[in-house]
T-cell receptor
Framework: GQQLNQSPQSMFIQEGEDVSMNCTSS?????WLWYKQDPGEGPVLLIA?????ELTSNGRLTAQFGITRKDSFLNISASIPSDVGIYFC??????????FGPGTRLSVLP | DTGVSQNPRHKITKRGQNVTFRCDPI?????LYWYRQTLGQGPEFLTY????????KSRLLSDRFSAERPKGSFSTLEIQRTEQGDSAMYLC??????????FGAGSRLTVL
């Protein structure tokens, strides 16, 4: 079945630093979603991407739909303490359900 | 629009007992999804409904699991004869016309 890999698994950064994480798939997707999840809560949608090469921003967050359609990237600029959490990518092919990656755990040090 | 609502938020039960979770989706969303999430993993698809019709079930959904959406509005997920391996967060999501999922806060199940 489809599998997603996220890199890195976890990261510790200083407040104010920029963050980059990525997601790769063994299959081609036509939609990529990025979510953030806080402990004990459900995932919250950050950015949705629908076209190869698309670059979309949401405040300090920027995500890109890879041109191969098998990867996606999320960048966070000028990190702040509330960016702490687990970031999940999810992808779907036409007519298929969303598959989620294992997540990237972000810790922000003051 | 109050978002996707899930109840109960937490459930602790003994092995062998039955449990039921309820999901109230965003009212105008006709698709409703159930996912399961274990510690350190991303959500895994269980099943989804379009209105009241259950259109797909994952192989993860054993015979002990049953989901319903009787009137195309709220949905229930029942687990019979719970096992310790059923301990997880059960997430409900609804989907508008656009290809995104809006999740609820989840129902955490602990089976002792």
């Amino acid at each position: 079945g489809q599998q997603l890999n996220q890199s890195p698994q976890s990261m510790f950064i200083q407040e104010g630093e920029d963050v980059s994480m990525n997601c790769t798939s063994s299959s081609i997707f036509n939609t990529w979603l990025w979510y953030k999840q806080d402990p004990g809560e459900g995932p919250v949608l950050l950015i949705a991407l629908y076209k190869a090469g698309e670059l979309t921003s949401n405040g300090r967050l920027t995500a890109q739909f890879g041109i191969t359609r098998k990867d996606s990237f999320l960048n966070i600029s000028a990190s702040i303490p509330s960016d702490v959490g687990i970031y999940f990518c999810a992808g779907s092919s036409y007519g298929q359900n969303f598959v989620f990656g294992p997540g990237t755990r972000l810790s922000v040090l003051p | 629009d109050t978002g996707v609502s899930q109840n109960p938020r937490h459930k602790i039960t003994k092995r062998g007992q039955n449990v039921t979770f309820r999901c109230d989706p965003i009212s105008e969303h006709n698709r409703l999804y159930w996912y399961r999430q274990t510690l350190g993993q991303g959500p895994e698809f269980l099943t989804y409904f379009q209105n009241e019709a259950q259109l797909e079930k994952s192989r993860l959904l054993s015979d002990r699991f049953s989901a319903e959406r009787p009137k195309g509005s709220f949905s229930t997920l029942e687990i019979q004869r719970t096992e310790q391996g059923d301990s997880a967060m059960y997430l409900c999501a609804s989907k508008p016309g656009a290809n995104v999922l809006t999740f609820g806060a989840g129902s955490r199940l602990t089976v002792l």
